[in-house]
């Protein structure tokens, strides 16, 4: 779980980082899971956008990938969400 100067500190970096997911009238695919386990494997830091024919709100896509990579949620603001995960090999 992340504290709430963690929280901060990652939404700062995250401001400057692309958006790599996005997320359509699919909703979330087994290949669009994978792409955010890869993403989350190589940068540990997310961004990830859902579109207006998407069937999920961004806070049900947040929620949902979370749970599928084991990642945690930074933030949810308008359509975007970034997710967060840290390294196998920081452990």
Same mark, same amino acid.
């Given at each position: 779980?992340?504290?709430?100067?963690?929280?901060?500190?990652?939404?700062?970096?995250? %401001?400057?980082?692309?958006?790599? =997911?996005?997320? !359509? #009238?699919?909703?979330?695919?087994? /290949? @669009?899971?994978?792409?955010?386990?890869? %993403?989350?494997?190589?940068?540990? =830091?997310?961004? !990830? #956008?859902?579109?207006?024919?998407? /069937? @999920?709100?961004?806070?049900?896509?947040?929620?949902?990938?979370?749970?599928?990579?084991?990642?945690?949620?930074?933030?949810?603001?308008?359509?975007?969400?970034?997710?967060?995960?840290?390294?196998?090999?920081?452990?």
């Amino acid at each position: 779980m992340l504290t709430s100067k963690e929280r901060a500190r990652l939404r700062g970096l995250a %401001a400057s980082e692309d958006t790599i =997911l996005h997320i !359509g #009238k699919g909703g979330i695919t087994e /290949p @669009l899971i994978k792409q955010a386990q890869d %993403a989350l494997a190589a940068r540990e =830091l997310i961004k !990830g #956008k859902v579109q207006e024919n998407a /069937p @999920l709100s961004p806070r049900e896509a947040c929620d949902a990938l979370c749970g599928l990579c084991g990642a945690e949620p930074v933030q949810v603001i308008g359509s975007k969400f970034v997710l967060y995960k840290e390294a196998e090999k920081k452990k």
